[in-house]
């Protein structure tokens, strides 16, 4: 059973980085079959799909491009986890935010697993 | 990037109804379409991946159909631990997009 465990502050004053991590249990950040995600979710945007990170024969990333100047997702081997960087920060940023795996089977890749959330807010 | 266009955006149904939801792709995504379950404060959970493959320990009266751009989700008889915010997921390609949700309420 694979289980995303995520930490981090809930408040962040604007212009500054916003930082998350999601630790990883029941499966490895350097899985072949498996992409590390973040995806947040505000009443004003519904679910938002982020960036991700991902190990084959080197680690690779993706990134939305609305927030592709801004992001950085990472990966930490020693501590099989991954983290959120997110830089100048707005109060458009307050969301909940979720980590989640894409999981890759021989035929086809689907998100199955999903951190619990974290409610980060902008504000001075 | 590809956008889902959910409907409906909420509804209202008994116990015991026949429920269906649909999600259009803009373009093609072959068969890479999901559906989960939201409640309220919590994460939203994995039915059904592939349009119609069951994820284990999902009750069986969920059930997913559809291929290339139109694709439905069905809950054959409404239990009350059904009533939640319904959302597909495309991952054909890079951005992942998701629908704008369906809430599905007690009449």
């Known amino acids: 059973q694979v289980q995303l465990q995520q930490s981090g502050p809930g408040l962040v004053k604007p212009s500054q980085i916003l930082s998350l991590t999601c630790a990883i249990s029941?499966?490895?950040?350097?899985?072949?079959?498996?992409?590390w995600n973040w995806i947040r979710q505000s009443p004003s945007r519904g679910l938002e799909w982020l960036g991700r990170t991902y190990y084959r024969s080197k680690w690779s990333n993706d990134y939305e491009e609305s927030v592709k100047s801004r992001i950085t997702v990472s990966p930490d081997t020693s501590r099989n986890q991954f983290s959120l960087q997110l830089n100048s920060v707005t109060p458009e940023d307050t969301a909940v935010y979720y980590c989640a795996r894409l999981y890759c089977s021989s035929i086809s890749c689907y998100v199955d697993y999903w951190g619990q959330g974290t409610l980060v807010t902008v504000s001075s | 990037a590809i956008q889902m266009t959910q409907s409906p955006s909420s509804l209202s149904a008994s116990v015991g109804d026949r429920v269906t939801i649909t999600c259009r792709a803009s373009q093609g995504i072959r068969n890479d379409l999901a559906w989960y379950q939201q409640k309220p404060g919590k994460a939203p959970t994995l039915l059904i991946y592939?349009?119609?493959n069951l994820q284990s320990g999902v009750p069986s009266r969920f059930s997913g159909s559809g291929s290339g751009t139109d694709f439905t989700l069905t809950i054959s008889s409404l239990h009350p631990e059904d009533f939640a915010t319904y959302y597909c997921?495309?991952?054909?390609?890079?951005?992942?997009?998701f629908g704008g949700g369906t809430k599905v309420e007690i009449k």
């Open positions: 592939t349009v119609s």
């Open positions: 997921l495309q991952d054909y390609n890079y951005p992942l997009t």
């Open positions: 029941g499966d490895s950040v350097s899985s072949k079959s498996a992409a």
